[in-house]
Every structure is written in structure tokens, then in C-alpha cells.
């Protein structure tokens, strides 16, 4: 049908000044501001929004309350988009989801054709025979199946968090929300309520006789009551903290109390073709002509059970629509005000008939009614009536998906024919609907007397239980919405196109709990956690088994309560890039940046043309010359007070009480597992101070882990993270003590006045430094700190000194190379989330008379234990080119054994090195094993002893 909107009074949240473009497919297509992508669409004439999971059958709008996929789009690059939930925009774009060909001629819809022998669990046994037959189909199976595409190139959102609290938040802003809030605010006590919707008010806004949010304002409490609306309560969990998406922002709410009053979701009619377009529940049809300003169908048909089906079909004739009948299931009705307007307008009442059979392909054309004979029954009587539109208000299912989140189990309600709350958790109240106060009047009333105990609760007094209205779910209900046909194709679950065979077929398999249904079948396990399909099933599983419906049981609703983005859940994307003090002076070199955890450092210098010359070039300048590099990016720790001996001798494996000042000591970090976390060096400063470095990536675990073991200590230190307050610069090679020497203020660089592992405090070019005599890189060697602001200032003065030398700096990957050919291990690189210092050869590194350190009682463990592995050093023949990568399997005979770490070819000792972890019992040099490289060739390599260059130290001795 052509698209029709409606004038004012008609339309409330939207503006008609404002109209906006947008695309669906190839149509261009023209709405309001306020209007949502559903009302668009469906204003345009749209009946199709996308194709069903299974059949690729057509579908459209049924619920708007995203209870169901069949309004899954994708909004521009978001694919599986509720279309409800995604606000109209200028010049937004919108596709329908899982069609082959066009929307509305789907070349997949002939899997419906096959429908008959494609039960549920099918592929359990029709795919895996022969062996390896489900690595056949499952592409193929997966192209027919399926919703949205990810749009790997699509643009990255920002998202990030807010956090929140309250004494009382309140879920829901309908009728029972809002009386809840107001009730909770009495005495000035603070509160949120929390609605999905655009605007508060609910069903009153929306359904016959409502009154629209006045109460709000009139009472003038809302200066207490912080009102987020777009809002989804996504999850409610322990100490009343709730998950609310809100846009692009996930708020974290701390609550004293919370209030649960989510409404019931509207249920369908299960009948021969339920799921063509053009069928609604009823407050759908109400949403879209009192709220957008859309009228769904020139010529409707009301299915109902209840007062409100007459109510809508008024709001379908006052919209200036023809409604041919209004079938109701009830043999004798009672005659409410709705039913008595509805007859006085001449729409046909049927009482005792029900929607039997949908006619149509792209959209309903017919319907045919049928007598209602009994619990799903119907006589022969029948009658074809021409609609394009059937609205159907038969049965409601409180919304209870919160409360399950915290462990609460629904129960099965007969009186109100319906799903129940199970015991509440502590500091939860439910109102309303969804505590089967379905009426305006019983749900505002209902509400006002749990937010009354909510606002008496968090006062701290003893809160009564509340005096409240009896559930009134018999009035709107009926117990048996479900008539099978002969012929079938009774949707159960929209989501899953699952029918009444289906299910029934399920149960024959020897499945009866309603679980177990759900596993085999994958009713329910749509987008909609079986809001529209639970009630239904537990009804046939009960009819099937003979059990009772509280035997049969209700699945579990895990949280979140509405598919969400991972970008929501996951915050904002914070990925910031750190620079040092140099790094305009790498960049003026020429400098190839990488990153490294949060900072940007040279790779190499030259330029990216030849990366493995560049690095070959600055290895050989440090080694025979003399280079610099920044190392800024080492993490930096100062630990002082009393007790930061001690302190260190509990988080580290190596002893620092007897260190003496002015000197440095490597330093080992282990997990209670015994695991390497991190190393570095700490530096003894003063008796009762120390500067400790960590790796780059690492520095912010271990502070945050020093914080978190002291606060279980208690010990007397102080521990800061100065990574970001030093510049570093490691000036290494035989002739760096010479350079050195030229800026050095007063400084004795002597061997003896200076030795390895020595620290010193004083002035390098006038700036003040901390100077440590360190080897990574296995040549003589200074590491230069100095405050961040005079970084830069620092180099450009060594760079000068070194002049006459012909000092180059060098970088990442040299540094790597350099400390390959010292066996120095990488935290990370060579260690991984298994490894303990016994594995990675580093058993000198434990202080194994300390009474205790993080991890030493694990650590003996293994000791005891034996190892498994072990991480070596091996060489390739001289000549052999070939240099494995990171990773590549190390195989002793034929099998699997091991893992290479770090390789590389050393132009200082004329072959391949490299660090593997080989078994234990092959681990002595001299030993051979083989490698796998790329495309499966083997390379025989040989344990070496450790380390490769300058075994006895003479050079950074020296």
C-alpha cells in the first residue's frame, strides 16, 4: 500500500516542519524529525523491513518494542539495527538484512519450499557424515542463515561511560513507573528513572484513554527525579547495579532500591501464517497512528481477548481506517465502553472467532476467521475477509528479563495466564504490568505504593509490605491464543521460524523441559530471548507432555535484556599515542616509528626502503663505535620509606636489604603462580629509597599490583609512578665513556669510579641526571635520566659530544638484535603466560633463602616438580639465510616440541641465533633439533650456550 500519514492531533512526537530524506536501498524516501527509521519506513509504504532467518520469508513491523528480529536492518555500516530505536536523520541509509537478489524478490525464499525437511536439530546429523562433512556444508549453511553483515570497513563510533546514583532508580516510565518515581521523590529523595522510550509516559501516551506524563510535571518533584529517556536498562546484577545504554554512552547506576516497572510485551496469535506483513500486536498500531502519525492500513481486522483490541480499532477508525470486524477469541465478552463505541460506530463485533489463516505474498491481502470451539479449536465455519492490516491484542507477558539477571526464576501464573516473578531479590520491587497489574488504574495505583516502599526503605526505617491492587491479568489474557492448522506454518518464534511442528517434532525427539527445547530447537535464542515465544512453547511442551506448566519451567533470560553494540559494552575507544621528549629529533633523523604499548618509538632510522640495512648498519656502530637511543619509555617507579628494602624483597624474586647505595640490581617480578610478570633494574638510591624501571608495557600492571599488595601490607612506603617525569638515554659502545666524558660535569667515569651495575647522581651538560651502568645491549654502556622538559636538550648535547666519534643513534630493532646476541631475555616476547623463571633459564635471578616473595612457593612447586621446557639459545649452520620468526614450531622427532621466541641473523658472530623453548631433556648444547619455517621447511638448528657475544663480560665490564 501507499504510505499514509496522518495530520495533528495525530503524531505527538513528531515534527511536520521538519521533514528528512533518507534512503532504503536504492528508494529514496522522505519522513519527520522525530519519526524513528520503523515509522519511516512504514509512513513510506514500506511493508517489507527484512527476510526471515530460516525461510527468508517476508516480513515487517510486528512489535516495535524490539521483541522480535522482523525489524532488524542495517542503519548505514550497523548492521541487525532495531529499526524502532534508530532515530531518522538527514540522509541516513537504510538496508533490509538476509536476501539474496532484492528484498522483495528473495531467490532464497525457496528454502521455504524444503521447510518439511528441515526439522529442528537437522544439521545435528544430516552434516557430520563422512568425517569432515560439516566443514563442507557449513559455508553453504551459513549463507542461506543468518541476519546482518559486518561491514569490516566501516567507521569506528565513539562510545564511553558515565556512572551514576541514586536512592530508588526506577525502570519504566509508564503508568507505574511514573507513580513509582513520583511516590519515591515524596520527600525529596533522589532518583531516575530510566525509560527506552523517546519521551516518558508509556502506554498512556499511546493506548485509548491514556492521559498523557501531566502527573510529573504537576507534582513538581522533578527536581529530584533525573529522567534519562533512549535509555535500555541492559542488565541488572548484584547491590541493585544496573547496566542503562543511553545512545552511545553506557551509564553504571548504583541504586539503594530499584524499582522494576517494565510494562508486559504484547503476544501473537499463533495461526497459519502469522508472520506476514501487515500484522501487528495492537499497541504497535496504537504507537504508530497517536505517536508517529502513521496509519499501518487502510482496512484492519482486530483479533483481541480483551477491551484494548476495541480500543485500537477505534484509534484505527478515528484515523480514518475501515475495520471490516473485530474477532474475538472470548465466546461471551463483557460489553465495556470500547465494545459498546465500537458497536455504535458499525464495525462488525464476532464474538468466539479467531484469525485462522494469513493470505498474501508480500503483504497480507485476506484473512480468514474461523469459530472458536474450544482450547485451541475451531468448527468449519469460516470467513474470508479482505484487510491489509490484522491487529491482534490476545495475551501479554510481563517483562521480567531484570529480575532474572539477578537469579530470580519466573513461575508460571494461571489465574492471569501469564509468566510471574518468582521470589524478588533483596532491594528490587515490581510494579504494574509487569507484576500482572495490567489496567491504567491497578498499575498507577500499584505503582505508587512500591515506590512508597522504596522511598520508606531508603530512609532506613522497616518498610511494610505495600497495600496493593489484585493482578487483573484474567481481564487482558486469554489462556489458549495458539490454533493449529493442517496444513501449518504456525509461527511460534518469528525469530527463528520456528512453527508449531517444530516444536511439537522437538518434543517427540525425548526433549520435555523447557531448556532443553530451547537447545535443541533454538526457540527463544533469537534477538528477542523469547519475549514473544516463551509463553507459547511452555503452553505446547505442557500439552505434549501431560506436565503441568510450572514442571515444564521457563528458560533463563541472561543479560543484556536487549542485543546491544559491542562498542557499548566495550567504552570508549582510548588509544592514545604517547611521544618522548626526542621525538621531533628521531623524526628530523629519519626515524621509522613503531609503536610500543602507548608510546611511539624508532624502529630504525633512514627511512622504511632498506630496514634490514638500517638496523645491520646501527648494530655495527655500537658495537665497534658508539650510539645512542631513547629509552624513555621504560617504565620508572620510585619506592621510599622505611620499608622499601623490604617491600622490594617481598614483590621481586632477587634480595635487596643488603644492596648497597649507589648501586643497581636487576629485578624480577613473579605472579603467586610463579610466572614472569615483569624485570628491570632497581636502583638504591638512599637507604630508604629506591628508582625501579619496568618494561614499557608493563610499568602500569606492576604499579597498580605494588598498590594492590601494599594495601594488603600495610607497609611503610610510598610508591609513585614517574615514568611520564623522566627522559632516558642509553649512550652505549666502547668509545661512550669517552663521549661521556666531554659533557659529564665533575663526574669520576672511571672503571673504578664508575663500575658496571654502579648508579650515580650529577650533572650531565648542566642537567641534573641520574647515571646507571647497564649492559643490555652487551657493550660498555650508560643510562642517562634526566627530567622529561630537558629530554630533548640532553640528546642534542651527546649528540654533539659524540661528533668527532660519529655518533649515531639507533633503535628498537638494533637494541633487539644487540640484546639477542647477549642472550638477554624479553619480557612478553620471550616469556608468555606460562613461563617461571626456572623455564627461561633465570634461576640465578631467585634469592632462594628469602622467606618469602610473590610466587617463591609456586616456584618451588615446579622446582620439585621437574621442568618440562626450557628456553636456549640455538644457531643455524654457517651460510644457512634463512631466519625463523616468532613462533615458528620447534620439532624433535617429528613431534611438536617447542617454540622459537626470537631469531635473528648476527653479523658480530656470522650466523642465525636465536631463543626457543625445547624440551627439558634436549635442552644441553650441543644438541640438535629442527625448526618448521614458513611453507613447512625444516631448518636444523643446534643448542648453544648462553650468551652468544662477549661471554665473559669483558666489554661491559670494561
Not at 515487517?60 to 542495517?74: E, H, P, Q, R, Y
Not at 492490516?389 to 528479563?401: E, Y
Request: proline letters at 5%; charged letters at 20%; aromatic letters at 8%.
Amino acid at each position: 500500500m501507499s504510505g499514509t500519514r496522518l495530520a495533528a492531533p495525530f503524531g505527538s512526537l513528531i515534527d511536520r516542519t521538519r521533514p528528512l530524506h533518507f534512503r532504503f536501498g536504492a528508494r529514496t524516501l522522505s519522513g519527520f524529525a522525530g519519526d524513528s527509521a520503523a515509522s519511516a519506513l512504514v509512513g513510506a509504504g514500506i511493508s517489507v523491513l527484512s527476510r526471515s532467518f530460516k525461510y527468508h520469508r517476508p516480513r515487517g513491523l510486528f512489535s516495535m518494542t524490539a521483541a522480535d528480529a522482523n525489524s532488524l536492518i542495517a542503519a548505514g555500516a550497523e548492521p541487525n539495527a532495531f529499526a524502532e530505536h534508530v532515530p531518522l536523520t538527514e540522509g541516513a541509509s537504510f538496508r533490509g538484512q538476509n536476501y539474496a537478489g532484492s528484498l522483495e524478490r528473495d531467490r532464497f525464499a525457496l528454502m521455504g519450499l524444503f521447510g518439511r525437511f528441515l526439522p529442528p536439530g537437522f544439521y545435528y546429523r544430516a552434516f557430520y557424515r563422512p568425517a569432515g562433512a560439516w566443514k563442507f556444508w557449513e559455508p553453504k549453511i551459513r549463507a542461506f542463515a543468518g541476519l546482518g553483515t559486518v561491514d569490516t570497513n566501516g567507521p569506528h563510533g565513539y562510545f564511553d561511560k558515565a556512572y551514576g546514583w541514586c536512592e530508588v532508580a526506577v525502570v519504566g516510565a509508564g503508568p507505574a513507573g511514573l507513580a513509582a518515581a513520583l511516590a519515591a521523590a515524596e520527600d525529596g529523595a533522589e532518583v531516575i528513572l530510566i525509560d527506552r522510550n523517546p519521551v516518558i509516559g508509556g502506554s498512556m501516551r499511546q493506548r485509548r484513554g491514556g492521559v498523557g506524563a501531566e502527573p510529573l510535571e504537576r507534582n513538581g518533584k522533578a527536581g529530584t527525579i533525573h529522567v534519562m529517556t533512549g535509555a535500555h536498562c541492559l542488565g541488572l546484577y548484584d547491590d541493585n547495579w544496573l547496566a542503562v545504554g543511553q545512545g552511545k554512552r553506557l551509564h553504571k547506576i548504583r541504586a539503594g532500591r530499584v524499582v522494576v516497572a517494565t510494562g508486559a510485551e504484547e503476544q501473537p496469535l499463533v495461526f497459519r501464517n502469522n508472520d506476514r506483513p501487515g500484522i501487528m500486536t495492537a499497541d504497535t498500531v496504537s504507537r504508530l497512528i497517536r505517536l508517529y502519525g502513521v496509519l499501518p492500513g487502510r482496512r484492519a481486522v482486530v483479533v483481541t481477548a480483551n477491551d484494548q483490541g476495541y480500543g485500537v480499532a477505534l484509534d484505527l477508525v478515528e484515523a480514518g481506517a475501515v475495520v471490516a470486524a473485530i474477532a474475538d477469541l472470548r465466546l461471551a465478552p463483557d460489553d465495556g465502553p470500547f465494545r459498546r463505541e465500537a458497536r455504535a460506530a458499525g464495525i462488525e463485533l464476532l464474538d468466539g472467532w479467531t484469525a485462522y489463516e494469513g493470505h498474501g505474498r508480500a503483504r497480507l491481502g485476506v484473512v480468514t476467521l474461523a469459530g472458536v470451539t474450544g482450547r485451541g479449536r475451531v468448527d468449519d465455519s469460516r470467513r474470508r475477509v479482505d484487510c491489509d492490516l490484522l491487529a491482534v491484542s490476545v495475551a501479554q507477558v510481563p517483562r521480567l528479563h531484570l529480575l532474572c539477571h539477578r537469579g530470580m526464576r519466573p513461575v508460571h501464573d494461571g489465574s492471569g495466564h501469564s509468566f510471574a516473578s518468582g521470589e524478588l531479590p533483596e532491594g528490587v520491587g515490581l510494579a504494574g504490568a509487569a507484576a500482572g497489574r495490567y489496567s491504567l488504574d491497578a498499575a498507577t495505583r500499584d505503582g505508587l505504593a512500591v515506590g512508597a516502599a522504596a522511598r520508606q526503605a531508603v530512609a532506613g526505617g522497616a518498610a511494610p509490605e505495600p497495600e496493593r491492587p489484585a493482578p487483573d491479568g484474567a481481564l487482558f489474557n486469554h489462556p489458549w491464543p495458539i490454533f493449529p492448522h493442517p496444513r501449518g506454518k504456525e509461527f511460534v518464534d518469528l525469530d527463528e521460524d520456528l512453527t508449531i511442528a517444530d516444536i511439537r517434532n522437538t518434543i517427540a525427539e525425548g526433549w520435555r523441559h523447557a531448556e532443553l527445547v530451547k537447545r535443541f530447537s533454538t526457540v527463544g535464542m533469537g534477538p528477542s530471548q523469547g519475549r514473544h515465544s516463551a509463553l507459547a512453547t511452555q503452553r505446547l511442551i505442557a500439552e505434549a507432555t501431560g506436565q503441568t506448566l510450572d514442571a515444564v519451567g521457563a528458560t533463563t533470560w541472561r543479560p543484556p535484556a536487549l542485543p546491544e553494540k559491542f562498542g557499548l559494552l566495550a567504552g570508549r575507544g582510548f588509544e592514545p599515542v604517547r611521544r618522548t621528549a626526542m621525538h621531533d629529533r628521531h623524526v628530523e633523523a629519519g626515524a621509522v616509528l613503531m609503536p610500543a604499548g602507548l608510546w611511539l618509538r624508532p624502529a630504525h632510522y633512514g627511512g622504511s626502503g632498506d630496514a634490514a640495512g638500517a638496523i645491520a648498519r646501527e648494530a655495527a656502530n655500537v658495537r665497534g663505535n658508539v650510539g645512542l637511543i631513547d629509552v624513555s619509555t621504560l617504565g620508572k617507579l620510585e619506592i621510599r620509606g622505611a620499608d622499601a628494602a623490604a617491600f622490594l624483597e617481598r614483590v621481586y624474586t632477587f634480595a635487596y636489604a643488603k644492596q648497597p647505595v649507589g648501586k643497581s640490581r636487576y629485578v624480577l617480578m613473579t605472579d603467586r603462580l610463579g610466572i614472569i610478570v615483569d624485570d628491570g633494574v632497581a636502583c638504591r638510591m638512599a637507604d630508604n629509597h629506591f628508582y625501579v624501571t619496568a618494561t614499557t608495557g608493563g610499568v602500569d600492571g606492576v604499579y597498580r599490583e605494588m598498590l594492590r599488595l601494599n594495601a594488603e601490607w600495610r607497609m611503610r612506603v610510598d610508591i609513585a609512578n614517574v615514568t611520564a617525569a623522566w627522559a632516558a638515554i642509553n649512550l652505549a659502545g666502547p668509545n661512550s665513556r669517552r663521549v661521556l666524558e666531554r659533557v659529564a660535569d665533575g663526574l669520576d667515569l672511571s672503571p673504578a669510579g664508575f663500575p658496571y651495575l654502579a648508579v650515580r647522581e650529577g650533572h650531565v651538560a648542566g642537567i641534573p641526571c641520574r647515571l646507571l651502568r647497564v649492559g643490555f645491549v652487551g657493550e660498555l654502556g650508560y643510562e642517562i635520566h634526566c627530567p622529561s622538559g630537558l629530554g630533548e636538550t640532553l640528546w642534542d648535547a651527546l649528540v654533539e659530544a659524540g661528533r668527532e666519534e660519529g655518533i649515531a643513534p639507533f633503535g628498537v630493532e638494533a637494541q633487539r638484535l644487540l640484546r639477542l646476541e647477549k642472550g638477554h631475555i624479553i619480557v612478553g616476547q620471550d616469556t608468555d603466560g606460562t613461563t617461571n623463571p626456572l623455564e627461561a633459564d633465570m634461576a640465578w635471578a631467585i634469592a632462594r633463602k628469602k622467606d618469602f616473595f610473590v610466587g617463591k612457593h609456586a616456584i618451588g612447586l615446579r622446582s620439585r616438580a621437574g621442568l618440562t621446557r626450557k628456553l636456549v639459545g640455538f644457531r643455524l649452520p654457517a651460510g644457512e639465510s634463512r631466519v625463523p620468526k616468532e613462533c615458528h614450531l620447534v620439532i624433535r622427532d617429528g613431534q611438536v616440541a617447542g617454540r622459537v621466541t626470537s631469531a635473528a641473523r648476527s653479523a658480530s658472530l656470522g650466523h642465525v641465533i636465536g631463543l626457543a623453548y625445547v624440551p627439558a631433556e634436549h635442552a644441553a648444547p650441543g644438541v640438535p633439533f629442527d625448526i618448521r619455517v614458513d611453507q613447512g621447511a625444516m631448518l636444523r638448528a643446534e643448542v648453544v650456550p648462553l650468551p652468544f657475544y662477549d661471554p665473559d663480560n669483558e666489554r661491559q665490564d670494561s
